[in-house]
């Protein structure tokens, strides 16, 4: 199967330089041929994108969609309460409303531009079906906890698991679903409730299996005091402590940071995924990004939605993390546009280890592409597309959509699957669920 998109304006390579009246060429899984005037056989599908610009899809680095059915319910609340409240409104879930929802989370974030979404649960076979049925990239990674919050009461703990119960079902997991598409990495929720034997578990099966390891962590002050209470350590020295900071690792949040833990995750090759739209949100603290950059750590961006952030749009999370870094140094010149992009699309390919499959347009790369049309608002004059997209932000669809090659989203509207049955779904499982929260949850805390 053959597709050209022809006649396009295009954000080619690292560098993302414009190309105009240029032709990608898309066979099979990969972008074959990028250049003037490629020939067209009969077969071959041709689009007509003189209207258009492309670029590289989307990497949300940090994604929950399974909480998507709490959205909004916790405004106003601080991180601690944000998750009593999911812990307690989880009871009343059943096993298909997370399913169900899943799709309205990662369909709004596909249409915004991500191809690829960092997908963390405890549900993660769900969460795999989703994006297979849907035809997007993802890394699903169960994140377990195995130490009770006994400071908290019973109606809001999380439910813990036994560690070498966890690590022989997430290897099965792996065994089972892990695919070019939807990939099975390993990770833990955090270290304030997870042993030391859970971490290292799940990090020799990344290893082993050759994938990457995820976990939240230094997530304001609540987090690194618990964890400082329990192992003596700060979370990220205590990570480094225990040999658990290595090239495959990728941490969430980071907001709580001495000038020595950075130098860890310098030494050790650590990702950080900046979260800032749900730092705010729950009023964690900042991502010292600037720092982190200057020291060479490759950051990425993540949504943490739904419910910490309450969009599914990371594209929004490139303007947040530009405005943040302006409103703390007054200036507007701290980070450009340009490392922007490169936080939401290759730093977030880096964070996955998939910086040789995805991440820019380059021949022999996998076709993860997005195709925007010039005329809706947000390109309009169009000086500087890049630019627009970032800061016209939540204005911005994205019109079609390749992903391995296959065209999945068209005309703004999913190739896959009925969205409007899908919609339908959700609205219903909405509604009965939001009259047992109200009933059974809300009035219990
Ligand atoms: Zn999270």
């Not at 925007?372 to 959509?401: E, Q, R």
Request: with cysteine; net charge neutral.
């Amino acid at each position: 199967m053959r597709t050209i998109i022809k006649n396009t304006t295009a954000f080619i390579g690292e560098n993302f330089d414009r190309y105009n009246g240029i032709d990608i060429l898309i066979e099979d899984e990969l972008i074959k041929k990028i250049g003037k005037n490629i020939e067209a056989s009969n077969k071959d599908e041709v689009l007509n994108c003189k209207d258009f610009f492309v670029t590289p899809g989307f990497v949300n680095a940090h994604f929950h969609p399974s909480q998507q059915l709490n959205r909004a319910l916790g405004v106003g609340l601080s991180h601690d309460e944000q998750m009593d409240l999911l812990h307690a409104s989880d009871r009343i879930k059943k096993p298909d409303d997370k399913y169900w929802l899943s799709y309205m989370a990662v369909l709004e974030g596909l249409k915004a531009g991500t191809t690829c979404f960092y997908s963390v649960g405890s549900e993660i076979e769900t969460q795999i079906k989703v994006y297979n049925n849907l035809g997007i990239r993802a890394a699903c990674t169960l994140i377990p906890k195995d130490i009770e919050a006994n400071e908290k009461d019973e109606l809001v703990r999380a439910k813990t698991w036994d560690a070498k119960e966890r690590i022989k079902t997430a290897e099965e997991f792996h065994k089972k679903y892990h695919s070019n598409l939807v990939r099975v990495h390993f990770g833990i929720a955090t270290v304030r409730y997870a042993s030391d034997e859970l971490i290292l578990g799940m990090q020799k099966l990344a290893e082993k299996y050759d994938v990457y390891f995820h976990m939240h962590a230094a997530e304001g002050n609540e987090y690194v005091t618990a964890v400082q209470k329990r192992t003596s350590d700060r979370p990220v020295e205590h990570l480094y402590k225990i040999g658990a900071l290595n090239h495959r690792v990728s941490l969430a949040h980071m907001t709580k940071l001495t000038k020595e833990e950075i130098k860890y995750l310098v030494e050790k090759k650590v990702h950080v995924v900046h979260c800032p739209r749900a730092n705010s949100y729950v009023a964690v603290g900042v991502c010292p990004v600037k720092e982190l950059f200057d020291a060479g750590v490759n950051v990425c961006l993540g949504s943490d939605a739904a419910i910490n952030n309450n969009s599914n749009r990371v594209l929004s999370d490139a303007h947040a993390a530009f405005d943040k870094l302006a409103d703390k140094y007054e200036r507007a010149d701290i980070i450009d546009y340009l490392t922007l992009f490169k936080m939401l699309t290759i730093n977030g390919a880096k964070a996955m280890g998939l910086e040789k499959k995805i991440g820019t347009i380059e021949e022999g790369k996998n076709a993860d592409l997005v195709l925007w049309s010039k005329n809706d608002y947000p390109f309009i004059p169009g000086f500087n597309l890049l630019a627009d997209l970032i800061f016209a932000d939540d204005g911005c669809m994205a019109h079609t959509v390749f992903i391995n090659g296959k065209k999945i989203l068209e005309n703004y509207k999913s190739t896959m699957m009925n969205e409007e049955e899908l919609k339908q779904q959700a609205k219903a499982i909405a509604v009965r669920y939001y009259s047992l929260f109200k009933e059974q949850v809300s009035k219990n805390l």
